[in-house]
Each structure stands twice: as C-alpha cells, then as structure tokens.
T-cell receptor, first 115, second 110 residues
Framework: AQKITQTQPGMFVQEKEAVTLDCTYDTSDPSYGLFWYKQPSSGEMIFLIYQGSYDQQNATEGRYSLNFQKARKSANLVISASQLGDSAMYFCAMREYGSNYQLIWGAGTKLIIKP | DTEVTQTPKHLVMGMTNKKSLKCEQHMGHRAMYWYKQKAKKPPELMFVYSYEKLSINESVPSRFSPECPNSSLLNLHLHALQPEDSALYLC?????????FGPGTRLTVL
C-alpha cells in the first residue's frame, strides 16, 4: 500500500495566487516526520519545510506553510503569493522513526506558475 | 557550511567503463545516502551509510558499489553499467532531521 499519496500530477497556477499541494500519508508509527522538497529542472532537491508528528503548531518557513491535519493524515503544502521561480516538481516525503532515517517519497506534483 | 557537493555534474560512459561519483559534506552529519532518480519519478534509495554502517537496497545491482573513505565523503563506484542505469544520481546527508541534497550527477550510459 502506498504510504505517501500526492493526487495532483500537475497543476497550473496564476502568478501571485496561493497554491495548495496535497499530500496524504499512512503510518502506524506514532513518531514520524513529514517533509516537502522542491526540485527545479536543474535537478537539485531543495528542502522546504518539516513537520514532526508531535508538533502542536503547523510549520511555516517564509512563503511556505504546512497544513498538518493529523487525524486526516494529511500534510498539504501551501505556497503564498506564488512566483515564476516556484515552477518545479514538489515531493512530499515521510520518515518513520524506526526506519534508519530512510524517507518514503510521494510521486510528486509538477507545478507550473503562469505569468 | 550547509552544502553537499557532488562531482562530476555530468558523466557519459560506455558500458565497459569504470567510473566513480563523489559526494562530500562538511556539516558533520553522520548519515549519507545515494539515490537514483529517473525523470519525473521520486528518488529511489540505493545506499545509506549511517554511523559507519552500510545499508543496501537489495534491488541495487552489484555493478554499483559504495565506498565511505571517511565520515564526510561517500563515493559511488560504477562498473559495467547498462543503458537503463542512465539517470540523475543524488547524494544526501542528514543528522537527525531533514536530508540535504547535492546538485546531482546526470549519468548517461551509452
């Protein structure tokens, strides 16, 4: 069974609009972490934001925020005021703390920002 | 210094060649990783060096072999590769939190 599901293969968004990228996960481990990464066409995988399973507040990093709904097992990434440079592939990933630091990856969402 | 460096950036090799990919980090991280990534797919974990112990993805063929000369270096030795091994190879490191990735090596096997 898939542990990380990203249901949006691709999205087109107008510049300056907010974007929500969906991610749902499945785990029976009470201790886990959720990550979002951005991968531009250049190939480098860029860490954006992290949410721990015990964190009481949603994580935020600049224009990025993570909408963490633990009961629904969702960890959506919200990008406020999108910019052309946000066009990239976005991956959601999870680490279960019994897993020797290994990440489980979603299939990714290709985001294109239109001018 | 929060950087992971990888060399070379691009590599073209024949199926009979032997080559190596290099990865270095100076963040004092105790875990380092090699990933293979095909276009439009998520990365696939190949190897993990964590606290001087190697973990291997059992599906990785023996024509790939990792080497960890010290805690800041992780090499990937390539021998007798196949065209289907053409991909982006990413190195990453971590302590207990997020993994930091290098820029990757784009490998083409002819």
């Amino acid at each position: 069974a898939q542990k990380i599901t990203q249901t949006q293969p691709g999205m087109f968004v107008q510049e300056k609009e907010a974007v929500t990228l969906d991610c749902t996960y499945d785990t029976s481990d009470p201790s886990y972490g959720l990550f979002w990464y951005k991968q531009p066409s250049s190939g480098e995988m860029i860490f954006l934001i992290y949410q721990g399973s015990y964190d009481q507040q949603n994580a935020t990093e600049g224009r990025y925020s993570l909408n963490f709904q633990k009961a629904r097992k969702s960890a959506n990434l919200v990008i406020s005021a999108s910019q052309l440079g946000d066009s990239a592939m976005y991956f959601c990933a999870m680490r279960e703390y019994g897993s020797n630091y290994q990440l489980i990856w979603g299939a990714g969402t290709k985001l294109i920002i239109k001018p | 210094d929060t950087e992971v460096t990888q060399t070379p950036k691009h590599l073209v090799m024949g199926m009979t060649n032997k080559k190596s990919l290099k990865c270095e980090q100076h963040m004092g991280h105790r875990a380092m990783y090699w990933y293979k990534q095909k276009a439009k797919k998520p990365p696939e974990l190949m190897f993990v060096y964590s606290y001087e112990k190697l973990s291997i993805n059992e599906s990785v063929p023996s024509r790939f072999s990792p080497e960890c000369p010290n805690s800041s270096l992780l090499n990937l030795h390539l021998h007798a590769l196949q065209p289907e091994d053409s991909a982006l190879y990413l190195c990453a490191s971590s302590q207990v939190g997020e993994q930091f990735f290098g820029p990757g090596t784009r490998l083409t096997v002819l």
